[in-house]
């Protein structure tokens, strides 16, 4: 009755903003959603609300940079079915120029966004490859046009792009299928906690300026993006892989 009734998707950061509004919107759908997340509290409250509603949750405390704890817990998920879908969504910000960026910043940017995604392909696709599936990588649009002050983050976002790519080439005979969204600013605790870091007392006004940086003149809601994440991890999308979607309200092609 549901486009993913019996499918099993593992989501990183599912508890909070983007993340979180996938794990809602796959499980409304009838997945079974397993939340990696380092935030106990946060994934604890989604996993509650998904599964009052009568959907199938459950979380896992996880840091995504370690790989160890990566692989005992999907090697777990594994061992009760097939894996369908990963969403590799956790991922952590930084405000920076290549100059003012730490070494330690950079590392820990690397170790989140980067390694982070990889150590969930390495450990889900030999279990993946075994049935087929569908994997949707969070980059940004950071990735795809120059941000001012973004190095760091640019820098993971574009080897998001590049994991994409390769996974979709080498795994297409396996039925997998792998693409990736840009989104350009979402209204999550993400934006809020950077305006409330490098804007203090000034959120609300600069709130509304990075608003109009978007020709749509909002920030996007993070169920918009559940939404095309629902699309491309469904069998609708069967025919797309390979591909980085911008989904942000004109930022990328209407700012001229
Ligand atoms: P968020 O901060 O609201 O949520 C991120 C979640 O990831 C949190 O629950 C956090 O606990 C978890 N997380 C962080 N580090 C982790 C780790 N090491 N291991 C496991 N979990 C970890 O952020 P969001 O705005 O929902 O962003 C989600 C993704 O979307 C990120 O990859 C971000 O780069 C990307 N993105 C966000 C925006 C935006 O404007 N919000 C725009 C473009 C891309």
Do not use: W
């Amino acid at each position: 009755m549901f486009r993913l009734d019996n499918k099993t998707a593992i989501i990183t950061g599912g508890g909070s903003g983007i993340g979180k509004a996938i794990a809602v919107v796959f499980a409304n759908q009838g997945a079974r959603v397993h939340i990696l997340d380092m935030d106990e509290q946060g994934a604890t409250s989604v996993v509650k609300e998904i599964t009052t509603d009568g959907g199938k949750a459950h979380f896992y405390k996880c840091d995504v940079s370690k790989q160890a704890e990566v692989k005992q817990i999907v090697d777990g998920i594994a061992a009760g079915g097939a894996i369908d879908i990963l969403i590799n969504n956790a991922g952590i910000a930084h405000i920076g120029t290549a100059d003012s960026t730490a070494e330690a910043d950079f590392d820990r940017l690397v170790s989140v966004n980067v390694k982070g995604v990889y150590n969930c392909l390495h450990t889900v696709l030999p279990h993946m490859k075994q049935n087929g599936g569908s994997i949707l990588n969070m980059a940004s649009i950071a990735s795809l046009v120059g941000i001012p002050d973004r190095f760091a983050y640019s820098m993971t976002k574009g080897a998001v792009v590049g994991m994409t790519l390769s996974v979709a080439k080498d795994y297409l005979k396996y039925n997998i299928r792998c693409n990736c969204i840009s989104p350009a600013r979402v209204h999550t605790p993400f934006v809020d906690g950077f305006l409330a870091k490098n804007y203090p007392g000034n959120e609300a006004e600069m709130f509304e300026k990075l608003s109009k940086t978007q020709p749509i003149g909002r920030m996007g809601k993070p169920e918009e993006i559940g939404y095309l994440a629902l699309y491309l991890c469904s069998n609708e999308a069967s025919f797309i892989t390979g591909c980085d979607y911008p989904i942000d309200g004109g930022f990328t092609k209407l700012n001229n």
